[in-house]
């Protein structure tokens, strides 16, 4: 079956532009993971969508990163006037489960972010 | 703070042969660890999961075992394909609703 996919694969983008990045679950899983993965180091949790409650936002880094999930299902990570640190791969993930982190996290291919 | 961390940070080895991947934690209270591979331009994928009770669990020619005193994982890889060739990566959650503690990887490369 379709598994999670993210658009675009890759984005070039300069610095103090807005990027949208782009997330479809797979279809009927209730909870969406954004993570970034900077070169060397390990996944960072950005936030983290369940239902129709309240984000945990938590782990965005600072205001200028937002995200939004229509009718449950698509998520876009928007990241406003892009600063080079913010170059990393961005991966999204879902999972089935109700309990939030509980599940296997079932991840998307990543969109690869380059800010010139 | 929990911390996951991972040995080697990159290992080479010819096909054929064996190769353990280590992870130490400090993720206190313990609920479960996994190991995912991810293929370069890929997402990471669950190989297993390891819970407390747990000591030993294979998938195919991947063993893991956990020793939950020592805060210790090990990924065994038998027999290693080309197809092996990825990062590893050890995630651990804790008791609770806890987020997810990634380690940065074991960059593995199997040549011929």
């Known amino acids: 079956g379709a598994g999670v996919s993210q658009s675009p694969s890759n984005k070039v983008t300069e610095k103090g532009k807005d990027v949208e990045l782009r997330c479809d679950p797979i279809s009927g899983h209730t909870a969406l993971y954004w993570y970034r993965q900077s070169l060397g180091q390990g996944l960072e949790f950005l936030i983290y969508?369940?239902?129709?409650?309240?984000?945990?936002k938590s782990g965005l880094p600072s205001d200028r990163f937002s995200a939004e999930r229509t009718g449950g299902s698509v998520s876009t990570l928007t990241i406003q006037r892009t600063q080079q640190e913010d170059s990393a791969v961005y991966l999204c993930?879902?999972?089935?489960?109700?309990?939030?982190?509980?599940?296997?996290?079932?991840f998307g291919p990543g969109t690869r972010l380059t800010v010139t | 703070k929990n911390q996951v961390e991972q040995s080697p940070q990159s290992l080479i080895i010819l096909e054929g042969k064996n190769c353990t991947l280590q992870?130490?934690?400090?993720?206190?209270?313990?609920?479960?660890l996994r190991w995912y591979k991810q293929d370069t331009g890929r997402g990471p994928v669950s190989l297993t999961i390891?819970?407390?009770?747990?000591n030993t669990k294979s998938n195919g020619r991947y063993t893991a075992t956990l020793d939950a005193d020592t805060k210790q994982s090990s990924l065994h890889i038998t027999a290693s394909q080309l197809s092996d060739s990825a990062s590893y990566i050890c995630?651990?959650?804790?008791?609770?609703?806890?987020?997810?503690?990634f380690g940065t990887g074991t960059r593995l490369t199997i040549i011929p």
């Open positions: 969508f369940q239902g129709n409650s309240a984000p945990d």
């Open positions: 390891m819970t407390f009770s747990e």
């Open positions: 992870c130490n934690y400090t993720v206190s209270p313990f609920s479960n």
């Open positions: 993930a879902s999972s089935p489960g109700l309990a939030g982190f509980s599940y296997e996290q079932y």
């Open positions: 995630v651990v959650r804790g008791f609770g609703n806890e987020k997810l503690t």
